[in-house]
């Protein structure tokens, strides 16, 4: 218990040498901009990721099966599906390369014909179109935001769609907008009734159904389970496994801005070590009396060992505090920005998100907490192991 307060009273007496008060207040600050800027921006990747798998799962649905024909028995998978207590909702669709040509050009675009009344069930269409009613009557279709701002479409305009496989051309009535925060919908996806599809491009079936699942992010087991009751003629993939490459970019992203991060507060902590070494090397005279009077070198090696924890623990304690206030105020924070510079520092029309997604997961708070700290105490080792090792004739010698 004594080498606690010997500890702190080494740690918060006034020094002979003022620039080891001044590397250990640097330390602490660099220990707390670390942990502080871990937080932020790992509370912001969070939120991102969170925005993006919510855009992914809104688009796609939890489940989709295809086979590499179109579904002839598009019934009796359905009824297989349904019989999965997970399964929520299905519903069939179909989609198909085609030619859209309106007064300026022609574009390939992706066709879907989708089931007016069951889709809603499965995706969140109705979130991303522009009235927020699905409307698919006769020859209605509704065009991808950035595909109709790029071709100048407006609402009730006409357009001809050529399907590939007939070579022959039918007009259709742009009648809504389609904005899924995603430009690779965005600027290719023109949505139709299925009814209206299927006489499009000529066939009565289907290319596949979409499935919606009580647990979307226990979606695995459900394909694996829906998998081996239809066979491998069919493919069974998920929303992770349609967005694999993105997935994994994004964690991947995250594990590097947290070491590239963390690299800050390792950077701090070799200070700590510098200022623990330098106080080992004022104190000699102390430590050879504590060995005179029986202190034990493990009790020495506790004391600045305790040192570098708590300046590691202090600056944590700050850096987490700081982190944790500007992650809840990051739009507070960046509007205040804008108006100082007159620079617009989140563009929506960019990142088609109305503010900075931030989300505070406390098991990533611990993280870095634990990671911080342990950094702390590893640097105050070596100089706990050259305070031990003095023996107290050598250190009182010449003092």
């Known amino acids: 218990m004594w080498t606690l307060f ?48 919510e855009k992914i799962i809104g688009t796609y649905a939890h489940i989709v099966i295809t086979s590499e024909t179109d579904l002839s028995d598009a019934g009796k998978v359905l009824a297989t599906v349904k019989e999965d207590p997970q399964v929520v909702a299905a519903s069939r669709f179909i989609e198909r390369q085609a030619l859209m ?20 069930r499965t995706t969140n269409i109705k979130h991303f179109i522009k009235k927020g009613v699905l409307d698919l009557g006769e020859n209605k279709l509704i065009v991808g935001s950035e595909l109709r701002k790029n071709l100048g479409l407006k609402l009730g305009a006409g357009v001809i769609l050529i399907a590939p496989q007939t070579k022959k051309g039918q007009e259709f009535t742009v009648t809504d907008t389609l904005t899924t925060g995603r430009y690779d919908y965005d600027a290719n996806l023109v949505c139709m009734s299925l009814e209206a599809a299927q006489r499009f491009f000529k066939t009565d079936e289907v290319t596949g159904l979409s499935i919606r699942v009580k647990d979307e992010y226990n979606v695995r087991k459900i394909r694996n389970a829906l998998q081996s009751k239809l066979g491998y003629n069919f493919s069974v993939r998920t929303w992770m496994d349609l967005d694999k490459n993105l997935m994994a970019a994004l964690g991947m992203e995250k594990k590097m801005m947290f070491i590239i991060l963390g690299l800050i507060v390792l950077v701090a902590c070799f200070n700590i070590a510098g200022s623990l070494i330098m106080m080992v090397m004022e104190k000699t005279k102390d430590i050879g009396i504590l060995r005179a009077l029986g202190a034990t070198a493990f009790d020495i090696g506790s004391i600045f060992l305790l040192n570098g924890l708590f300046i590691g623990l202090t600056g944590t304690l700050i850096g987490s505090a700081c982190g944790i206030a500007v992650a809840q105020h990051i739009n507070g924070i960046a509007g205040l920005i804008e108006k100082v510079t007159g620079v617009e520092f ?9 503010s900075i997604p931030s989300k505070i997961v406390m098991s990533d708070v611990a993280t870095i907490v634990g990671f911080s700290l342990v950094l702390a105490l590893l640097s105050g080792v070596y100089p706990a192991i050259q305070a031990a090792r003095l023996e107290p004739v050598e250190a009182i010698r010449y003092e």
Not at 21 to 32: A, E, N
Not at 104 to 120: W, Y
Not at 348 to 353: K, Q
Request: no cysteine; hydrophobic share 50%; charged share 20%.
């Open 6 to 53: 010997v500890s702190l009273r080494y740690l918060l007496a006034k020094r002979r040498q003022k620039f080891i008060s001044i590397i250990s207040s640097i330390s602490i600050i660099g220990v707390s901009v670390g942990v502080a800027a871990l937080i932020i921006v790992i509370a912001i990747m969070t939120g991102f990721d969170d925005e993006i798998k």
């Open 101 to 120: 040509q309106t007064s300026r050009r022609i574009v390939g675009v992706l066709v879907r014909g989708i089931d007016e009344k069951n889709e809603p």
């Open 346 to 354: 989140f563009p929506s029309d960019i990142y088609y998100l109305a």
